[in-house]
């Protein structure tokens, strides 16, 4: 583990070649939780500040942090975790064996008692050759009783302790699971902020004016759909499969890179996981190769094999998109297969065109049931 956060920590100083490494260093005193809050707070300020190249890069670095921070703290608690079942494994064993011990021991006396039956004070009287012969065994019985009791009690705590020290580490496996599962997430994470880096220095070629020109690449995009929907033009009723367009390159080269459908869906104006509405279906997704995506009834607005560039989310590219607090708000996709485009739904097409920067960008969307509507930009 130490080898491979060693590793983290190199690949991020390398990734600094281009910008001086600007980050704040008021976190580095301190440890653990204290610092995690630190690099918290000090994102939480980034992100609100960030408006330029150089306070993206540092917000960045410091995510960068965090998650490394992260990574030890989690890293901490599963040695920890798997101390603590190690030792629960042996105080279970030995409980075991005492709670064997133990009920062996009150077997044998139950036995012993068994044999003896029950004796009588007349019996014991008639058998006494005297006062003192007749306490002292009327005493034994007496001792021989309550030290089986005795042992009852103990047979009942020693399997009650058993059962909780199972229970509790049962539990223990459980939180160990779990943490393990949150590695993982963690490394993922720190990845996806070394990438991001990579691809911002990469795309901005570490130019802020460059950095400020995507800025509003992003939010001229925003601002044509969001002019759209005030000025479209209403086609008509379709029906689900209908085809409604061609895949384009409409905005290039102010607001497009590439022939792509930019698909979203938002519900009542707030933008939603476009995923969750369409139906499950294997694609290619770029980043993560082939996935199955989709959890809803919907078609997919194109046919198969479909590719997908950019999901719905916090993506290497989704910095740009500061209106929408870093969400890539659609899923950029395009097909091997025809450039048609599908309603994947029953609703009502829109049309326009707007623009968007110096460019111009083509948009269709569909109204459908419950406050629903389907975007579909850059088509030709």
């Known amino acids: 583990m ?26 580095d005193n301190k440890n653990g939780t204290e610092r995690i809050n630190c690099l918290e707070q000090l994102i939480t300020q980034g992100q609100q500040q960030a408006n330029n190249l150089d306070s993206e890069i540092r917000l960045l670095d410091n995510k960068g942090r965090l998650a490394e921070s992260q990574i030890i703290e989690t890293e901490t608690k599963i040695e920890s975790t798997q101390k603590e079942l190690e030792v629960l494994g042996d105080r279970i064993e030995g409980l075991d064996e005492s709670l064997d011990y133990i ?24 058998n006494s050759n005297n006062t003192s012969e007749l306490l002292s065994k009327i005493k034994y019985v007496k001792t021989s009783r309550d030290n089986n009791q005795r042992l009852l009690i103990q047979v009942q705590e020693a399997k009650s302790n058993f059962e909780e020290q199972k229970t509790l580490r049962e539990e223990k496996k459980v939180e160990l699971d779990q943490l393990e599962i949150q590695l993982i997430y963690q490394k993922k994470l720190l990845d996806q902020q070394i990438s991001q880096k990579e691809i ?35 086609i008509g009723p379709v029906k689900k499969g209908d085809p409604i367009a061609l895949v384009g390159n409409s905005g290039y080269p102010s607001c497009s890179t590439g022939a792509h459908l930019h698909f979203e869906v938002r519900q009542n104006g707030t933008w939603i996981n476009a995923e969750n509405y369409l139906s499950s279906k294997a694609v290619n997704d770029e980043q993560n190769g082939s996935t199955n995506l989709g959890g809803g009834s919907w078609d997919w607005p194109l046919s198969d094999p479909i590719i ?27 097909s091997k297969g025809s450039d048609v485009i599908r309603a994947p739904a029953d609703g009502i097409l829109y049309s326009s065109s707007q623009g968007c920067g110096s460019s111009i960008i083509n948009i269709k969307y569909i109204e459908h049931e419950n406050g629903l509507v389907s975007f579909y930009l850059h088509v030709q």
């Not at 009920?103 to 008639?126: A, C, D, N, W």
């Open 308 to 334: 997908i560039s950019q999901r719905y989310g916090i993506t290497p590219w989704s910095w740009r998109y500061k209106y929408s607090n870093g969400i890539h708000t659609g899923i950029d996709m395009w």
């Open 200 to 234: 911002i220095l990469k795309d901005t070629q570490s130019n802020n004016s460059r950095y400020k020109q995507l800025l509003q690449q992003a939010l001229s995009e925003y601002q044509a759909v969001q002019q759209a929907i005030a000025t479209g033009s209403k």
């Open 103 to 126: 009920s062996r021991l009150l077997l044998e006396k139950i036995v012993q008692s068994y044999k003896q039956r029950e004796t009588s004070l007349f019996t014991l009287l008639f």
């Open 2 to 27: 130490k080898k491979i956060l060693t590793a983290f920590f190199l690949v991020i100083t390398l990734l600094n070649f281009t910008l001086k490494n600007s980050y704040s260093a008021e976190c």
